[in-house]
């Protein structure tokens, strides 16, 4: 990836990333043209195309995203389907 210097237009290096979020990171860069320094921030805005990948993955993708609270939450409405 080619981050270009806010003040002369020249290619920066990316000197180091600090994570903001898990869509969002922050870029320090440094351009070696005229010295300036600089945060970029790469963000994730949406997908073009899905994966393609199969229901069962995804699914499984998703929960793992879960915190621990809703995951019980909702394997007692899994079970509770289960039982009826």
Same mark, same amino acid.
Do not use: A
């Given at each position: 990836?080619?981050?270009?210097?806010?003040?002369?237009?020249?290619?920066? #290096?990316?000197?180091?990333?600090?994570?903001?979020?898990?869509?969002?990171?922050?870029?320090?860069?440094?351009?070696?043209?005229?010295?300036?320094?600089?945060?970029?921030?790469?963000?994730?805005?949406?997908?073009?195309?899905?994966?393609?990948?199969?229901?069962? #993955?995804?699914?499984?993708?998703?929960?793992?995203?879960?915190?621990?609270?809703?995951?019980?939450?909702?394997?007692?409405?899994?079970?509770?389907?289960?039982?009826?």
């Amino acid at each position: 990836m080619k981050i270009k210097c806010t003040e002369c237009q020249h290619v920066s #290096r990316i000197t180091h990333t600090k994570p903001q979020s898990e869509s969002t990171t922050d870029l320090y860069c440094d351009c070696g043209h005229c010295g300036h320094r600089f945060v970029f921030t790469l963000s994730f805005s949406h997908t073009v195309q899905p994966p393609t990948f199969d229901e069962s #993955r995804w699914l499984l993708n998703t929960v793992r995203k879960l915190s621990d609270d809703d995951k019980k939450e909702l394997l007692g409405e899994l079970l509770g389907e289960l039982t009826k």
